[in-house]
């Protein structure tokens, strides 16, 4: 059996993409035979991890987790060594080189697309495997990194087999939406990641209502960028078509997908995108930019729409009459859905096997 020691920022218990990748990694681990310790930073939500993967304490003093991740290694004696984010690499492979593990590094979105400082792109040099969510992100980390390209593998993002088609008129009627044009978009709105795009939206609502939508905009996700934002709709004089509903429980998140009549989210900086594929697989459509990672997890406009960042607005106009189309749940679910992303990560194991070879 595969002993697995994951440094990981947040897992079962943590909120927003990182997170809930490495709940997706770690449990298809766990499936593809291995036993799995999670040693999470951050874990500020009780969540029970799957048979074969076990989560300790969060710790989230810097010095306390470092010790602590270093005393799991010496004692564990992990095969493998999975680092979550890049900022922890050269723990993870102090880690990796005290037990005689193998490093993997996980790579997401912009905070592996610049040159990292020269402590964690040695790190990440040392690495066995660097996992990258998408052809953009491996690109970028290819940039910089002085590693063999075979080594720098894209595992995609997956979706839960619970975002389903379905009927969302009960949270319309909750939400007093009957007879509107819902736009809607799931994500942080954090000062530091105004990249996502949720003012571009909120620009372009004059001119869908110009073009005869009777349209609202419904905002799911929390951060301090919302002021803005609020301050922006009102100035644009469309603050009664804006809602900021909050970050929304399991349940509710997809009915708001299953609800809304096209999924938004003109994001610059997306890795890749999971909430994407959380709409498309309730039936909803999307747009997003035809930039970065979005383009995967758009595969490049064949499963949703990609547009340029000056085309939105236009595009918006043009798409906002799309129909539910229950058929692209199953499209998303052939090319990420949860047995395919097990596949994929039992290839990586099988790689690592490779190369102890």
């Known amino acids: 059996m595969t002993m697995v020691l994951a440094l990981v920022t947040d897992a079962f218990g943590g909120r927003g993409g990182i997170a809930q990748y490495n709940r997706d990694f770690l449990s298809a681990l766990a499936s593809a035979g291995s036993k799995v310790v999670a040693l999470p930073r951050h874990a500020p939500e009780a969540e029970v991890p799957p048979n074969g993967v076990e989560q300790r304490p969060a710790q989230f003093a810097r010095l306390l987790y470092s010790r602590f991740a270093i005393v799991e290694a010496l004692r564990l004696k992990p095969d493998i060594i999975f680092c979550g984010h890049i900022y922890m690499s050269p723990l993870g492979w102090i880690a990796a080189k005290l037990s005689g593990a193998k490093l ?75 007879g509107k044009k819902v736009l809607l978009t799931v994500g942080r709105m954090r000062v530091t990641e105004q990249y996502k795009g949720h003012d571009r939206v909120i620009e372009t609502l004059s001119s869908l209502i110009a073009a005869g939508h009777d ?3 419904v905002i799911a996700g929390e951060g301090d960028d919302r002021s803005r934002l609020e301050e922006l709709a009102q100035t644009a004089g469309v603050g009664e078509r804006v809602r900021f509903v909050g970050a929304l429980p399991h349940e509710k998140l997809i009915d708001a997908y299953r609800m809304a009549d096209l999924f938004v989210m003109p994001s610059t900086g997306e890795g890749f995108g999971i909430a994407f594929l959380e709409a498309m697989a309730c039936g909803t459509p999307a747009v997003g930019l035809d930039v970065a990672g979005t383009r995967d997890a758009l595969c490049n406009g064949e499963l949703a729409t990609t547009v340029r960042i000056e085309y939105l607005g236009q595009t918006l106009v043009q798409t906002l009459n799309t129909r539910k189309n229950n058929d692209l749940s199953g499209a998303v679910r052939e090319r990420f859905g949860q047995c395919v992303f097990r596949e994929r990560v039992a290839g990586v194991l099988t790689e690592l096997t490779d190369q102890h070879r």
Do not use: K
């Open 104 to 178: 993997v590094i996980q790579t997401h979105g912009i905070e592996a697309w610049s040159r990292p400082s020269r402590l964690e792109r040695w790190a990440c040099e040392q690495a066995a495997i660097i996992l990258s969510v998408s052809r953009h992100t491996r690109a970028r980390v290819l940039d910089w990194a002085v590693i063999p390209p075979e080594r720098v593998i894209v595992v995609p993002n997956t979706v839960d087999d619970c975002f389903t088609p379905g009927d969302g008129s009960g949270l319309r009627c909750e939400w007093q939406l009957e």
């Open 215 to 217: 349209v609202v905009y």
